[in-house]
């Protein structure tokens, strides 16, 4: 979506990518459009909310924050660190 400036918020699009991707873009759309997953994005939501998220991509090691595509690379090291400190 941010790379290649895609609409996923054009139905047909998303469909398109979710098909590329190997993926049944039919049952999954049908299966957003349900009310348990309609309410579970509701609970994601608001617990993202409750934690501080303010925006996407947000990703969390423990409680570290990080926001932005551009912070993947912070979010291997902090990955690697914790899985190393769990590992000793």
Known sequence: MWE?????DD????????DAAGLDSASLLAAAET???KQKLAD???????RGVFGI????????????KERLGQVEEAVET???RAAS
């Open 44 to 50: 994601n939501t608001a617990a993202a909310v409750a």
């Open 57 to 68: 991509p947000t990703f969390f090691v423990g409680d570290e924050m990080f926001f932005g």
């Open 11 to 18: 139905r047909d699009e998303l469909a398109r990518r979710i």
């Open 35 to 37: 009310d348990p997953v």
């Open 82 to 84: 914790m899985t190393a």
């Open 4 to 8: 290649e400036g895609l609409k996923l």
